[in-house]
């Protein structure tokens, strides 16, 4: 039997409009204008959307049983088919292009600092919150910026100053004299990521608010709480020079910072392309691509679940935190927090490396900016050069990394 144009009883009866007079190739799949279609019978909607028995009033039957399937035809299968229930969203490979995407953005405004922005973004990854601490003019500023830009992220900055209050962050209630009642006034904390510029300057009470932010994704006010978006990422700057004026962060408020990055200053070659940079580009400003949106960073960290850990990786995090706690130089060394926090953040490096499994070279990479800031150096030896950051190479070079190869796995 020829087929019949159209679909339904009703098609039979409807003229079908002449063919249209023959149209450029790219032009085909174009809708007719509207003029040109021909007009659809009122009544014949209203048949095909109700029932025969709502049309006459009656009171719907039982649903149809399913029709019987003709032998050799194919099931349809839905169009689209949800994830199951706490599946990855988005696989490791394309978190790392993604991330590589990012990182190659992030290289085309900052220039030379991309073993720490690999840092960054891990830590960003990871769903921390990171402490940059170095000397003034150095980028991080700029970094920040370029991060929340590539990420899609929205931004704000607060200038935390000695007069900062908590309420200048978190938001308070204001009264509204139109509706005659107060209402909640969201603080600049309610973005996507936070560039809290020289938290060092303002007091513990600010400081606080701010981590607590930081720490429980949500703020309250009043006994009134109000969750912060997801997500919703930290960025703070720290000058390490000065110290009149300054409140430095108790170290048990560091530790809620996942990583803390040095930029240190630039080589030659770097610095001259600094320069020249901004000579290319006449202008002060640097304006960066946005590469994902908050939707996709989500789904990239949700991915971070399947990098398969292996034990004694997992036993090496464990191993370097617990040397910091039993060496010779160290007041207080890291808590269980830091072990986690080797763990999580190396595994989002491997992916941003490529990988899909934890290598000991991923923890080693990360653990400066893990664990610097949660060790203590013991008071008496501040005039000498042990450091943080002494302790933690030291305990690199000192406690065995475990042989992990991908055959091994
Ligand atoms: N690595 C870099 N790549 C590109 N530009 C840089 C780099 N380092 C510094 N600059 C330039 O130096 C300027 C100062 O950078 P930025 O304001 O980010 O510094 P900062 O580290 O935030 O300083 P501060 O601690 O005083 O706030 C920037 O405008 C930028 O043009
Ligand atoms: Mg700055």
């Not at 969203?89 to 292009?97: E, Y």
């Not at 992220?153 to 509706?179: E, H, I, K, M, N």
């Not at 429980?216 to 390490?240: D, K, M, S, W």
């Amino acid at each position: 039997m020829a087929a019949r144009p159209g679909r339904g009883p009703h098609a039979r009866a409807r003229p079908r409009p002449a063919p249209p007079a023959r149209r450029p190739l790219r032009d085909r799949h174009h809708r007719r204008p509207r003029a040109a279609r021909p007009r659809r019978d009122p009544r014949r909607r209203a048949r095909c959307h109700r029932s025969s028995r709502t049309a006459r009033g009656l009171p719907r039957g039982p649903p149809a049983p399913p029709r019987p399937r003709r032998p050799g035809s194919r099931r349809r299968r839905p169009r689209h088919r949800p994830a199951p229930r706490g599946a990855p969203v988005t696989d490791i490979p394309t978190t790392h292009r993604r991330a590589t995407a990012v990182l190659d953005e992030v290289d085309t405004v900052v220039v030379g600092k991309r073993a720490a922005t690999e840092v960054v973004l891990a830590a960003v990854l990871a769903g921390g919150h990171v402490l940059m601490e170095d000397y003034p003019g150095l980028g991080k500023t700029l970094a920040a910026r370029t991060f929340a830009t590539t990420l899609g992220l929205d931004f704000t900055r607060a200038q935390f100053t000695p007069d900062l209050l908590p309420s200048d962050l978190t938001g308070s209630f204001v009264y509204d004299q139109g509706r005659g009642g107060f209402e909640f006034r969201h603080g600049p904390v309610f973005t996507g990521l936070l560039l809290a510029d020289e938290i060092n300057r303002t007091p513990p009470k600010t400081q606080a608010a701010l981590l607590e932010a930081m720490q429980e994704h949500q703020v309250t006010v009043e006994g009134q709480t109000f969750p912060l978006p997801r997500p919703f990422h930290v960025l703070a700057t720290a000058n390490p020079v000065e110290y009149e004026g300054t409140y430095p962060l108790p170290e048990a408020q560091l530790d809620r910072f996942l990583v803390r990055v040095a930029f240190g200053y630039p080589d030659a070659d770097e610095e001259w392309q600094v320069l020249s940079r901004r000579m290319e580009r006449r202008q002060e400003d640097q304006q960066a691509r946005q590469v994902v949106d908050p939707a996709q960073l989500l789904e990239m960290q949700g991915a971070l679940e399947d990098v398969t850990v292996a034990p004694e990786v997992g036993r090496y995090c464990v191993a370097l935190a617990r040397a910091t706690r039993g060496h010779e130089h160290v007041l207080m060394g890291s808590s269980p927090r830091g072990s986690l926090a080797l763990l999580l953040v190396g595994r989002a490096l491997a992916v941003v490396r490529g990988r899909d499994y934890l290598a000991p070279d991923d923890v080693k990479t990360v653990a400066p900016a893990v664990l610097e800031h949660r060790v203590v150096v013991r008071p008496e030896l501040w005039m000498t050069e042990v450091t943080s950051g002494s302790v933690v190479a030291d305990v690199l070079r000192t406690v065995p990394a475990p042989r992990v190869t991908v055959q091994e796995r």
